[in-house]
């Protein structure tokens, strides 16, 4: 059973930084891309950043390029997304999600196979 468990949301002000991880567990040796989409309030859940298996190649949504930076650790099976420079329009529930092969492609097309449950993050001003 694949699990992704993200942490590391929280409330911070506007120009501050936070980092989310997400740690996925059951994928034995299979490899995949992986990312994370956020949900605002009110709003449909939107592509933030992907990253593919060996973490050479990323992509970003145009509202966090420059801001945003997607990693990855395969040893721990682990992502993480640092976020600088966070304004208001950032709050939202981060969700990590990965697909069942190493397409970065999947995650423009919203062709999600397994999602995390979601860590908030608020940004106030």
């Known amino acids: 059973q694949v699990q992704l468990v993200e942490s590391g949301g929280g409330l911070v002000q506007t120009g501050d930084s936070l980092r989310l991880s997400c740690a996925a567990s059951g994928r034995g040796s299979s490899r995949y891309a992986m990312g994370w989409f956020r949900q605002a309030p009110g709003k449909d859940r939107e592509f933030v950043a992907a990253i593919s298996w060996s973490g050479g190649n990323t992509d970003y949504a145009d509202s966090v390029k420059g801001r945003f930076t997607i990693s990855r650790d395969k040893f721990n099976d682990t992502i993480y997304l640092q976020m600088n420079s966070l304004k208001r329009e950032d709050t939202a529930v981060y969700y990590c999600?990965?697909?069942?092969?190493?397409?970065?492609?999947?995650?423009?097309?919203?062709?999600?196979?397994?999602w995390g449950k979601g860590t908030l993050v608020t940004v106030s001003s």
């Open positions: 999600a990965s697909t069942s092969s190493d397409s970065m492609s999947s995650f423009r097309s919203y062709a999600i196979n397994y």
